[in-house]
């Protein structure tokens, strides 16, 4: 079975989920110091950014499908990081002050995680990774 990962690492298809599962598993290492997954912490910045944004926007932010964002948004608000709030027809999410002041850490532990893939990958291939892969995203929406 050595040769099998090899022979579908030529696969773009293979490669780029293989990539994205690893990324998590690490991304996932350097949130945990907060007590979140990558997902829920990539979802409260945003809500921290831009308070009363609603589950269609951030689904559109972060590339996910709406039923993920709610899942996600149910919860952190089980946590007590955020709150959603019925505005006419429409919800809309806010920080709750414990989420805000989770912020900062949150923001370190990006950080890391950053430092950490520019460490292994070099940063300007890290940079060249990244544009190619959102060049690809959009074209292939």
Not at 38 to 44: D, E, N, Q, R, W
Not at 67 to 92: H, M, N, P, W
Not at 96 to 116: D, F, H, I, Q, Y
Request: aromatic share 6%; with cysteine.
């Amino acid at each position: 079975m050595e040769d099998v990962p090899s022979t579908y690492c030529g696969c773009l298809t293979y490669s780029v989920n293989a990539l994205s599962r690893l990324m998590t598993k690490i991304a996932d290492e350097e949130f945990s110091a907060v007590g979140l997954s990558s997902s829920h912490a990539f979802l409260i910045m945003s809500v921290n950014k831009k308070p009363g944004v609603n589950p269609k926007e951030l689904a559109e932010v972060l590339q996910l499908t709406p039923s993920t964002v709610t899942r996600l948004i149910e919860k952190l608000e089980f946590k007590g990081f955020v709150e959603r709030q019925q505005c006419g027809r429409c919800t809309e999410v806010f920080p709750t002050p414990t989420g805000m002041r989770l912020n900062n850490e949150v923001k370190e532990a990006w950080s890391k995680l950053t430092k950490r893939i520019n460490t292994v990958l070099g940063e300007e291939s890290c940079t060249n990774l990244t544009s190619a892969i959102g060049f690809a995203i959009q074209k292939l929406e």
